[in-house]
């Protein structure tokens, strides 16, 4: 046995295989540390919701694809964080809702046009017509909801609407899940009853009556 060198390099790796893996994990941990600060910049008024929302999406786009290279060696993101002492709970949070603040939160949004109200409405109408057609893999599902969350947040008024928490609260289910991973015939049901009560309540809002009828 070689007697070891205190002057030579210690290497996390011996082969190319393993360096290649090592670097993905790193490139993960950057993503992580790279969204806390961006979320953090944000709460602070350091950056505009212009310059936020897309670098965050990309962020979340680049977390999403790094988390299939690494495969096996993270189990699951937080068992990936706590290994390496990480402490990042903002990013963690945006990690865990799956789209950026001004979405979640609807804290910007234009007057509302003829053509967002088609569109969020043909939304709604694609969602619940896959749930109803028994679409409930989360990577069926998910997309269409994610893209329904991001029209419904150009609404001025949608940060107060209770249907919006709720759409949000099933979009961070789903984004726990895996892509193959269904939600259950009771689960389905639910979905299917809070987003048709935030859809009722959505054509309350426009038409000025806050009461259901």
């Keep these: 046995m070689s007697a070891l060198s205190l002057d030579e390099e210690v290497r996390l790796y011996s082969n190319n295989t393993d360096r290649e893996r090592y670097n993905l994990l790193a490139t993960l941990f950057g993503i992580i540390v790279a969204l806390d600060y961006l979320e953090r910049a944000y709460v602070r008024d350091s950056i505009t919701s212009a310059e936020y929302s897309p670098a965050c999406t990309r962020l979340l786009s680049q977390y999403k694809t790094m988390l299939k290279l690494v495969g096996d060696d993270v189990p699951s993101i937080e068992q990936f964080v706590s290994r390496y002492r990480m402490d990042h709970q903002a990013a963690m949070h945006r990690i865990k809702v799956g789209v950026p603040a001004t979405v979640e939160h609807s804290s910007e949004a234009g007057p509302e046009t003829s053509k967002w ?97």
């Design 117 to 213: 109200v088609a569109q969020t409405t043909q939304g709604f109408i694609t969602f619940m017509d896959a749930i109803k057609l028994r679409m409930w893999a989360k990577d069926q599902l998910h997309p269409i909801l994610q893209d329904l969350v991001t029209g419904y947040a150009r609404f001025k008024g949608s940060k107060d609407w209770e249907g919006r928490s709720r759409m949000v609260g099933w979009l961070i289910t789903l984004n726990a899940m895996k892509a193959s991973e269904e939600i259950t015939e009771e689960q389905s049901r639910q979905l299917l009853f809070d987003v048709d009560h935030a859809y009722n309540e959505f054509f309350r809002s426009l038409s000025g009556k806050d009461d259901a009828s």
